[in-house]
Protein backbone atom coordinates (compact mmCIF):
# COMPACT_ATOMS: atom_id res chain seq x y z
CA UNK A 1 0.00 0.00 0.00
CA UNK A 2 1.65 3.51 -0.66
CA UNK A 3 1.83 6.21 1.49
CA UNK A 4 -0.46 8.16 -0.39
CA UNK A 5 -3.04 5.71 0.79
CA UNK A 6 -2.04 4.90 4.24
CA UNK A 7 -2.04 8.35 5.18
CA UNK A 8 -5.82 8.43 3.36
CA UNK A 9 -7.07 5.85 5.57
CA UNK A 10 -5.41 7.36 8.65
CA UNK A 11 -7.32 10.40 7.87
CA UNK A 12 -10.48 8.64 7.21
CA UNK A 13 -10.30 6.53 10.05
CA UNK A 14 -9.37 9.47 12.49
CA UNK A 15 -12.71 11.64 10.95
CA UNK A 16 -14.33 8.89 11.88
CA UNK A 17 -13.09 8.32 15.29
CA UNK A 18 -13.94 12.33 15.68
CA UNK A 19 -17.56 11.93 14.63
CA UNK A 20 -18.51 8.60 16.24
CA UNK A 21 -17.07 9.36 20.08
CA UNK A 22 -19.00 9.46 22.77
CA UNK A 23 -20.30 12.99 23.47
CA UNK A 24 -18.91 14.45 26.71
CA UNK A 25 -21.88 15.93 28.85
CA UNK A 26 -21.27 19.45 28.18
CA UNK A 27 -21.89 18.36 24.27
CA UNK A 28 -24.77 16.19 25.38
CA UNK A 29 -26.57 19.30 27.09
CA UNK A 30 -26.19 20.86 23.71
CA UNK A 31 -28.20 19.11 21.73
CA UNK A 32 -30.12 17.51 24.02
CA UNK A 33 -34.33 18.93 23.37
CA UNK A 34 -35.48 19.06 26.98
CA UNK A 35 -39.55 18.07 27.91
CA UNK A 36 -40.90 19.58 30.70
CA UNK A 37 -41.32 16.17 32.68
CA UNK A 38 -38.95 14.92 35.25
CA UNK A 39 -37.89 12.29 33.17
CA UNK A 40 -36.25 14.60 30.70
CA UNK A 41 -35.24 17.39 33.18
CA UNK A 42 -33.36 15.00 35.51
CA UNK A 43 -31.08 14.08 32.36
CA UNK A 44 -29.62 17.35 32.66
CA UNK A 45 -26.27 17.42 33.56
CA UNK A 46 -24.58 20.09 35.92
CA UNK A 47 -22.16 21.95 33.99
CA UNK A 48 -18.50 22.56 34.22
CA UNK A 49 -18.51 26.19 35.30
CA UNK A 50 -20.81 25.70 37.86
CA UNK A 51 -18.72 22.86 39.25
CA UNK A 52 -15.51 24.78 38.80
CA UNK A 53 -16.40 28.26 40.03
CA UNK A 54 -16.80 27.09 43.93
CA UNK A 55 -17.65 31.10 44.95
CA UNK A 56 -20.74 33.28 44.11
CA UNK A 57 -21.72 36.48 44.95
CA UNK A 58 -25.57 36.87 46.48
CA UNK A 59 -26.69 40.15 46.56
CA UNK A 60 -29.48 41.17 48.71
CA UNK A 61 -30.74 44.89 47.89
CA UNK A 62 -34.32 46.72 47.50
CA UNK A 63 -36.70 48.85 49.85
CA UNK A 64 -35.82 47.07 53.24
CA UNK A 65 -32.50 48.37 53.06
CA UNK A 66 -33.84 51.87 53.68
CA UNK A 67 -34.26 51.39 56.97
CA UNK A 68 -31.52 48.42 56.79
CA UNK A 69 -32.51 47.52 60.55
CA UNK A 70 -33.26 44.40 62.94
CA UNK A 71 -32.87 42.92 66.17
CA UNK A 72 -32.47 39.45 65.67
CA UNK A 73 -32.57 36.33 67.61
CA UNK A 74 -29.18 34.42 67.42
CA UNK A 75 -30.32 30.85 67.39
CA UNK A 76 -28.46 28.94 64.25
CA UNK A 77 -31.19 28.36 61.94
CA UNK A 78 -30.82 24.62 61.75
CA UNK A 79 -32.11 24.95 65.60
CA UNK A 80 -34.68 26.92 64.42
CA UNK A 81 -35.88 23.72 62.15
CA UNK A 82 -34.92 21.13 64.70
CA UNK A 83 -37.27 22.66 67.46
CA UNK A 84 -40.66 23.95 67.74
CA UNK A 85 -42.47 25.60 64.51
CA UNK A 86 -40.71 28.87 64.59
CA UNK A 87 -42.80 31.39 66.43
CA UNK A 88 -39.49 32.23 68.06
CA UNK A 89 -37.85 33.35 65.12
CA UNK A 90 -40.09 34.90 63.16
CA UNK A 91 -41.17 36.83 66.35
CA UNK A 92 -37.31 37.77 66.72
CA UNK A 93 -36.36 37.94 62.74
CA UNK A 94 -32.53 38.34 62.30
CA UNK A 95 -33.58 38.98 58.33
CA UNK A 96 -33.66 42.69 57.65
CA UNK A 97 -35.19 42.48 54.42
CA UNK A 98 -37.92 40.60 56.11
CA UNK A 99 -38.90 44.23 57.71
CA UNK A 100 -42.58 44.71 56.49
CA UNK A 101 -43.47 40.96 57.94
CA UNK A 102 -41.44 42.05 61.02
CA UNK A 103 -42.95 45.66 61.51
CA UNK A 104 -46.94 43.89 61.42
CA UNK A 105 -45.76 41.60 64.38
CA UNK A 106 -47.21 43.50 67.66
CA UNK A 107 -44.29 43.89 70.03
CA UNK A 108 -41.69 43.10 67.66
CA UNK A 109 -38.34 45.40 67.98
CA UNK A 110 -38.60 46.50 64.36
CA UNK A 111 -42.26 48.01 65.24
CA UNK A 112 -41.38 49.75 67.94
CA UNK A 113 -37.99 51.30 65.88
CA UNK A 114 -39.98 52.01 62.83
CA UNK A 115 -42.44 53.82 64.91
CA UNK A 116 -39.58 55.90 66.91
CA UNK A 117 -37.72 56.53 63.52
CA UNK A 118 -40.18 57.39 61.03
CA UNK A 119 -43.24 57.48 62.68
CA UNK A 120 -46.91 55.61 63.32
CA UNK A 121 -48.19 57.09 60.12
CA UNK A 122 -45.00 56.45 58.36
CA UNK A 123 -46.03 52.54 55.72
CA UNK A 124 -43.07 50.28 54.47
CA UNK A 125 -44.40 51.59 50.64
CA UNK A 126 -43.29 54.77 51.55
CA UNK A 127 -39.86 54.16 51.36
CA UNK A 128 -39.98 53.49 47.61
CA UNK A 129 -38.88 57.30 46.39
CA UNK A 130 -36.23 56.84 49.49
CA UNK A 131 -34.59 54.18 47.66
CA UNK A 132 -35.08 55.70 44.26
CA UNK A 133 -32.98 58.50 45.42
CA UNK A 134 -30.65 56.70 46.80
CA UNK A 135 -29.77 54.41 44.71
CA UNK A 136 -28.73 56.75 42.09
CA UNK A 137 -25.23 56.85 43.35
CA UNK A 138 -24.42 53.46 43.08
CA UNK A 139 -21.98 51.99 40.46
CA UNK A 140 -22.69 48.57 39.15
CA UNK A 141 -18.95 48.46 37.44
CA UNK A 142 -17.46 49.33 40.88
CA UNK A 143 -19.64 46.79 42.73
CA UNK A 144 -18.84 43.98 40.18
CA UNK A 145 -15.29 45.11 39.98
CA UNK A 146 -15.08 43.96 44.00
CA UNK A 147 -16.90 40.64 43.52
CA UNK A 148 -14.49 39.82 40.57
CA UNK A 149 -11.29 41.11 43.01
CA UNK A 150 -12.66 38.20 45.25
CA UNK A 151 -12.59 35.58 42.49
CA UNK A 152 -16.48 34.87 42.75
CA UNK A 153 -17.14 33.29 39.26
CA UNK A 154 -21.13 33.89 39.10
CA UNK A 155 -23.25 36.77 41.04
CA UNK A 156 -26.66 36.51 41.87
CA UNK A 157 -28.93 39.43 42.29
CA UNK A 158 -32.25 39.60 44.44
CA UNK A 159 -34.66 40.76 41.77
CA UNK A 160 -37.84 40.48 43.55
CA UNK A 161 -38.44 39.48 47.31
CA UNK A 162 -40.98 38.98 49.35
CA UNK A 163 -41.86 42.39 49.65
CA UNK A 164 -42.79 42.27 46.04
CA UNK A 165 -40.78 45.26 44.30
CA UNK A 166 -39.49 44.94 41.63
CA UNK A 167 -35.62 45.81 40.52
CA UNK A 168 -35.89 45.73 36.83
CA UNK A 169 -38.15 47.87 34.44
CA UNK A 170 -41.11 45.07 33.64
CA UNK A 171 -43.42 45.09 30.71
CA UNK A 172 -45.85 43.47 33.49
CA UNK A 173 -45.96 45.78 36.49
CA UNK A 174 -47.43 44.78 40.11
CA UNK A 175 -51.07 44.92 39.73
CA UNK A 176 -51.10 45.67 43.49
CA UNK A 177 -49.22 48.82 43.91
CA UNK A 178 -48.73 51.68 41.09
CA UNK A 179 -44.97 52.64 40.18
CA UNK A 180 -43.87 49.75 42.66
CA UNK A 181 -40.82 49.37 40.76
CA UNK A 182 -36.64 50.82 41.14
CA UNK A 183 -36.52 54.11 38.82
CA UNK A 184 -32.84 52.06 37.51
CA UNK A 185 -32.51 49.28 35.79
CA UNK A 186 -30.69 47.53 38.63
CA UNK A 187 -31.01 43.92 37.03
CA UNK A 188 -29.75 45.10 33.37
CA UNK A 189 -26.93 47.00 34.79
CA UNK A 190 -25.70 44.94 37.14
CA UNK A 191 -25.63 41.97 34.76
CA UNK A 192 -24.09 44.11 32.31
CA UNK A 193 -21.34 44.57 34.56
CA UNK A 194 -20.64 40.75 35.90
CA UNK A 195 -20.57 39.62 31.88
CA UNK A 196 -18.39 42.22 31.17
CA UNK A 197 -15.68 40.62 33.81
CA UNK A 198 -16.72 36.84 32.39
CA UNK A 199 -18.46 36.08 35.63
CA UNK A 200 -21.93 34.42 35.36
CA UNK A 201 -25.14 36.35 36.20
CA UNK A 202 -28.25 34.25 38.21
CA UNK A 203 -31.46 35.78 38.92
CA UNK A 204 -32.99 35.14 42.43
CA UNK A 205 -36.60 35.11 42.92
CA UNK A 206 -39.49 35.07 45.51
CA UNK A 207 -41.87 32.94 43.44
CA UNK A 208 -43.52 31.51 46.68
CA UNK A 209 -44.14 34.88 48.61
CA UNK A 210 -45.47 38.10 47.45
CA UNK A 211 -46.65 40.66 50.10
CA UNK A 212 -48.85 42.25 47.84
CA UNK A 213 -50.53 39.57 46.71
CA UNK A 214 -51.20 37.72 50.13
CA UNK A 215 -50.34 39.90 53.23
CA UNK A 216 -50.58 37.54 55.50
CA UNK A 217 -48.55 38.14 58.60
CA UNK A 218 -46.26 35.23 59.07
CA UNK A 219 -45.47 34.06 62.73
CA UNK A 220 -44.28 30.39 62.19
CA UNK A 221 -43.47 27.91 59.70
CA UNK A 222 -47.13 26.75 59.45
CA UNK A 223 -48.41 30.32 58.42
CA UNK A 224 -45.47 30.54 56.33
CA UNK A 225 -46.66 28.42 53.28
CA UNK A 226 -50.30 29.95 54.02
CA UNK A 227 -49.10 33.50 53.11
CA UNK A 228 -48.11 31.91 49.58
CA UNK A 229 -50.72 33.36 46.93
CA UNK A 230 -52.74 30.46 45.72
CA UNK A 231 -54.77 32.02 42.76
CA UNK A 232 -54.28 31.77 39.40
CA UNK A 233 -53.53 35.56 38.31
CA UNK A 234 -50.36 35.13 40.67
CA UNK A 235 -49.32 31.60 39.30
CA UNK A 236 -49.65 33.75 35.67
CA UNK A 237 -47.63 36.80 37.09
CA UNK A 238 -44.44 35.03 38.04
CA UNK A 239 -43.85 32.51 35.17
CA UNK A 240 -44.23 35.85 32.85
CA UNK A 241 -41.32 37.35 35.36
CA UNK A 242 -39.14 34.82 35.21
CA UNK A 243 -39.62 34.37 31.33
CA UNK A 244 -38.93 37.79 30.75
CA UNK A 245 -35.59 38.02 33.14
CA UNK A 246 -34.77 34.80 31.36
CA UNK A 247 -35.18 36.38 27.50
CA UNK A 248 -33.90 40.12 28.28
CA UNK A 249 -31.06 39.19 30.37
CA UNK A 250 -29.87 35.71 29.63
CA UNK A 251 -28.69 34.54 32.87
CA UNK A 252 -27.06 31.57 34.30
CA UNK A 253 -29.10 30.80 37.18
CA UNK A 254 -32.57 31.09 38.26
CA UNK A 255 -32.71 30.55 41.95
CA UNK A 256 -36.18 30.73 42.95
CA UNK A 257 -37.24 31.14 46.81
CA UNK A 258 -40.26 29.34 48.88
CA UNK A 259 -41.82 27.19 45.89
CA UNK A 260 -44.86 28.16 44.43
CA UNK A 261 -48.21 28.40 43.72
CA UNK A 262 -50.09 25.07 43.71
CA UNK A 263 -51.12 26.42 40.13
CA UNK A 264 -48.00 27.06 39.08
CA UNK A 265 -45.81 24.26 37.38
CA UNK A 266 -41.97 25.34 36.97
CA UNK A 267 -41.10 22.67 34.90
CA UNK A 268 -42.28 23.91 31.66
CA UNK A 269 -40.01 27.08 32.58
CA UNK A 270 -36.92 24.52 33.39
CA UNK A 271 -37.48 23.05 30.22
CA UNK A 272 -37.21 26.19 28.12
CA UNK A 273 -34.38 27.79 30.42
CA UNK A 274 -32.62 24.95 29.51
CA UNK A 275 -32.97 24.76 25.68
CA UNK A 276 -32.38 28.39 25.76
CA UNK A 277 -29.18 28.02 27.89
CA UNK A 278 -28.25 23.91 27.98
CA UNK A 279 -25.52 25.28 31.04
CA UNK A 280 -27.83 27.30 33.35
CA UNK A 281 -28.86 25.83 36.44
CA UNK A 282 -31.65 25.97 38.89
CA UNK A 283 -31.91 25.73 42.31
CA UNK A 284 -34.21 23.46 44.51
CA UNK A 285 -36.82 26.14 45.67
CA UNK A 286 -39.12 26.31 42.85
CA UNK A 287 -41.31 23.98 44.14
CA UNK A 288 -40.98 23.22 47.98
CA UNK A 289 -43.13 21.25 50.90
CA UNK A 290 -42.54 21.09 54.34
CA UNK A 291 -41.25 17.93 56.06
CA UNK A 292 -40.22 17.11 59.56
CA UNK A 293 -36.63 18.39 58.85
CA UNK A 294 -37.77 21.86 57.00
CA UNK A 295 -37.73 22.55 53.51
CA UNK A 296 -38.32 19.64 50.90
CA UNK A 297 -37.66 19.61 47.10
CA UNK A 298 -40.50 18.40 45.26
CA UNK A 299 -39.01 19.21 41.35
CA UNK A 300 -35.88 19.02 39.70
CA UNK A 301 -32.58 20.56 40.94
CA UNK A 302 -29.08 21.06 39.81
CA UNK A 303 -28.37 21.65 43.24
CA UNK A 304 -29.45 22.03 46.77
CA UNK A 305 -29.32 25.19 48.75
CA UNK A 306 -28.83 24.37 52.96
CA UNK A 307 -28.76 27.97 54.28
CA UNK A 308 -26.63 28.86 56.93
CA UNK A 309 -25.74 24.79 57.02
CA UNK A 310 -22.86 23.06 55.75
CA UNK A 311 -23.15 19.12 55.46
CA UNK A 312 -20.59 16.59 57.56
CA UNK A 313 -18.95 14.64 54.47
CA UNK A 314 -19.01 14.70 50.74
CA UNK A 315 -22.57 14.65 48.89
CA UNK A 316 -22.37 13.21 45.55
CA UNK A 317 -25.76 15.85 44.72
CA UNK A 318 -24.09 19.36 43.97
CA UNK A 319 -25.18 21.75 47.07
CA UNK A 320 -24.45 25.24 47.68
CA UNK A 321 -24.60 26.85 51.20
CA UNK A 322 -26.21 30.12 51.30
CA UNK A 323 -25.73 32.62 53.70
CA UNK A 324 -24.78 36.00 54.87
CA UNK A 325 -21.26 37.24 56.19
CA UNK A 326 -23.24 37.93 59.65
CA UNK A 327 -26.55 37.42 60.44
CA UNK A 328 -28.79 39.06 57.95
CA UNK A 329 -28.95 38.76 54.11
CA UNK A 330 -30.62 42.43 53.95
CA UNK A 331 -28.17 45.12 55.34
CA UNK A 332 -28.67 45.44 58.70
CA UNK A 333 -26.98 48.76 60.49
CA UNK A 334 -27.76 47.50 63.95
CA UNK A 335 -25.72 44.47 63.55
CA UNK A 336 -22.09 44.64 65.12
CA UNK A 337 -19.04 44.05 63.14
CA UNK A 338 -17.65 41.36 65.55
CA UNK A 339 -21.34 39.20 65.04
CA UNK A 340 -19.31 38.99 61.41
CA UNK A 341 -17.96 35.55 60.34
CA UNK A 342 -13.72 36.78 60.46
CA UNK A 343 -11.80 36.07 57.80
CA UNK A 344 -9.69 33.15 59.38
CA UNK A 345 -13.64 31.65 59.47
CA UNK A 346 -14.58 32.84 56.40
CA UNK A 347 -11.68 31.05 54.81
CA UNK A 348 -11.94 27.83 56.62
CA UNK A 349 -15.60 27.48 56.18
CA UNK A 350 -15.38 27.96 52.14
CA UNK A 351 -12.30 25.38 51.84
CA UNK A 352 -14.70 23.02 54.07
CA UNK A 353 -17.71 23.30 51.62
CA UNK A 354 -15.35 23.24 48.67
CA UNK A 355 -13.87 19.74 50.35
CA UNK A 356 -17.16 18.38 50.12
CA UNK A 357 -18.89 18.82 46.66
CA UNK A 358 -20.23 22.62 47.39
CA UNK A 359 -20.39 25.72 46.60
CA UNK A 360 -20.34 28.86 48.69
CA UNK A 361 -23.04 31.82 47.70
CA UNK A 362 -21.80 34.35 50.10
CA UNK A 363 -24.56 37.50 50.74
CA UNK A 364 -23.88 41.07 50.38
CA UNK A 365 -26.25 43.84 51.71
CA UNK A 366 -26.17 47.10 50.29
CA UNK A 367 -26.78 50.13 51.59
CA UNK A 368 -29.78 51.47 49.95
CA UNK A 369 -27.50 53.66 48.07
CA UNK A 370 -25.45 50.24 47.12
CA UNK A 371 -22.56 50.67 48.63
CA UNK A 372 -21.28 47.50 50.86
CA UNK A 373 -20.35 48.23 54.48
CA UNK A 374 -16.66 48.82 55.62
CA UNK A 375 -17.54 45.60 57.74
CA UNK A 376 -18.36 43.40 54.71
CA UNK A 377 -15.79 44.56 52.87
CA UNK A 378 -12.85 43.78 54.46
CA UNK A 379 -14.37 40.12 55.16
CA UNK A 380 -14.82 40.00 51.13
CA UNK A 381 -11.43 41.49 50.78
CA UNK A 382 -9.74 39.10 52.78
CA UNK A 383 -11.81 36.27 51.60
CA UNK A 384 -10.37 37.22 48.54
CA UNK A 385 -7.04 37.58 48.64
CA UNK A 386 -6.41 33.71 50.71
CA UNK A 387 -8.55 32.55 47.27
CA UNK A 388 -6.56 33.91 44.56
CA UNK A 389 -3.21 33.01 46.38
CA UNK A 390 -4.27 29.63 46.46
CA UNK A 391 -7.12 29.08 43.82
CA UNK A 392 -4.97 26.41 42.35
CA UNK A 393 -5.90 24.06 45.30
CA UNK A 394 -9.90 25.79 45.00
CA UNK A 395 -11.12 26.10 41.38
CA UNK A 396 -12.06 23.61 38.92
CA UNK A 397 -11.21 21.03 41.60
CA UNK A 398 -13.16 17.59 42.77
CA UNK A 399 -13.89 16.12 46.13
CA UNK A 400 -10.74 13.34 46.65
CA UNK A 401 -11.14 9.77 48.10
CA UNK A 402 -11.76 11.62 51.57
CA UNK A 403 -12.84 15.19 52.49
CA UNK A 404 -10.85 15.76 55.80
CA UNK A 405 -8.36 14.44 58.65
CA UNK A 406 -7.11 15.45 61.85
CA UNK A 407 -3.26 16.39 62.26
CA UNK A 408 -1.95 14.70 66.00
CA UNK A 409 -2.07 18.08 67.76
CA UNK A 410 -5.82 18.49 66.58
CA UNK A 411 -5.45 20.30 63.10
CA UNK A 412 -7.91 20.62 60.55
CA UNK A 413 -7.51 18.80 57.21
CA UNK A 414 -9.56 19.02 54.41
CA UNK A 415 -8.53 17.93 50.85
CA UNK A 416 -9.33 18.59 47.27
CA UNK A 417 -8.16 17.02 43.95
CA UNK A 418 -7.47 18.07 40.15
CA UNK A 419 -6.00 15.32 38.02
CA UNK A 420 -3.13 13.23 39.43
CA UNK A 421 -2.78 16.28 42.21
CA UNK A 422 -4.36 15.75 45.59
CA UNK A 423 -4.28 19.31 47.50
CA UNK A 424 -4.17 19.40 51.32
CA UNK A 425 -5.55 22.42 53.10
CA UNK A 426 -4.73 23.14 56.56
CA UNK A 427 -7.36 25.29 58.41
CA UNK A 428 -4.70 26.18 61.52
CA UNK A 429 -0.81 25.75 61.52
CA UNK A 430 0.34 23.53 64.26
CA UNK A 431 1.73 24.93 67.27
CA UNK A 432 5.11 23.10 66.96
CA UNK A 433 5.43 24.06 63.22
CA UNK A 434 5.31 19.63 62.45
CA UNK A 435 1.97 18.54 60.62
CA UNK A 436 1.64 15.10 61.26
CA UNK A 437 -1.35 13.40 59.89
CA UNK A 438 -2.15 9.36 59.52
CA UNK A 439 -4.58 7.30 57.79
CA UNK A 440 -5.04 9.22 54.29
CA UNK A 441 -5.08 6.97 50.97
CA UNK A 442 -2.31 8.07 49.18
CA UNK A 443 -0.76 5.61 47.30
CA UNK A 444 2.17 7.79 47.42
CA UNK A 445 3.71 11.25 47.77
CA UNK A 446 6.62 12.54 45.66
CA UNK A 447 6.71 15.88 45.88
CA UNK A 448 4.86 18.47 48.31
CA UNK A 449 4.85 22.12 46.84
CA UNK A 450 3.06 24.91 48.42
CA UNK A 451 0.61 26.79 46.47
CA UNK A 452 1.38 30.43 47.80
CA UNK A 453 4.56 30.92 46.53
CA UNK A 454 5.47 27.18 44.82
CA UNK A 455 8.29 26.49 47.40
CA UNK A 456 8.98 23.03 47.73
CA UNK A 457 8.09 21.22 50.75
CA UNK A 458 10.35 18.64 52.63
CA UNK A 459 8.64 15.95 54.06
CA UNK A 460 8.34 11.98 55.40
CA UNK A 461 6.02 9.45 54.42
CA UNK A 462 6.50 5.99 55.53
CA UNK A 463 3.86 3.46 57.18
CA UNK A 464 0.72 5.72 56.00
CA UNK A 465 1.81 8.99 58.11
CA UNK A 466 2.85 11.93 56.29
CA UNK A 467 4.60 14.51 58.32
CA UNK A 468 6.12 17.97 56.93
CA UNK A 469 6.38 21.87 58.35
CA UNK A 470 4.32 24.45 58.01
CA UNK A 471 6.22 27.48 58.28
CA UNK A 472 5.87 31.31 57.32
CA UNK A 473 3.95 33.87 57.53
CA UNK A 474 0.69 33.41 59.62
CA UNK A 475 -2.52 32.80 56.83
CA UNK A 476 -6.26 31.87 57.72
CA UNK A 477 -5.37 28.74 56.08
CA UNK A 478 -2.57 26.68 54.16
CA UNK A 479 -2.37 24.97 51.02
CA UNK A 480 -0.13 22.64 49.13
CA UNK A 481 -0.38 20.28 46.31
CA UNK A 482 0.76 16.77 46.81
CA UNK A 483 2.41 15.00 43.85
Known amino acids: MSIFRISLLFLLLANWSCNNAPASEAEQAQT???????????AHPVPDWYNDAKLGIFVCWGLYSVPGWTKGTETPLEEIFANGDGTEWFAQNPYAEW????????????QAYH?????????YYDFVPMFNEESQKWNPNEMAELFKQVGAGYVVLVTKFHDGFLLWPSETPNPKRKDYVAQRN??????????ARNMKMGFYYSSGLDWTFNDKTITNFPTLFEAIPQDTAYAKYIDTHWRELMNQYEPSILWADIGSPQAFDPKPLLADFYNKNPEGVVNDRHKMGMDANGFAARVHHDFTTPEYQVLDTISAKKWETVRGIGLSFGYNRAEDVAEFLSVDELVDMFIDIVSKNGNLLLNVGPRADGSISEGQKERLLGLGNWHQANREAIYGTRPWK???????????VRFTSKGDAVYLLAL??????QLQISGVPFDAVHKITAVDGGAKVPF?????VLTF???GKDAPAYAFRID
Open 402 to 412: TAQATGKGGER
Open 428 to 433: EKPTDG
Open 469 to 471: SIT
Open 99 to 110: YLNSLKIAGSAT
Open 32 to 42: TKYEPTDASLS
Open 115 to 123: KENFGEDFT
Open 186 to 195: IVGELTEAVK
Open 460 to 464: DYKNG
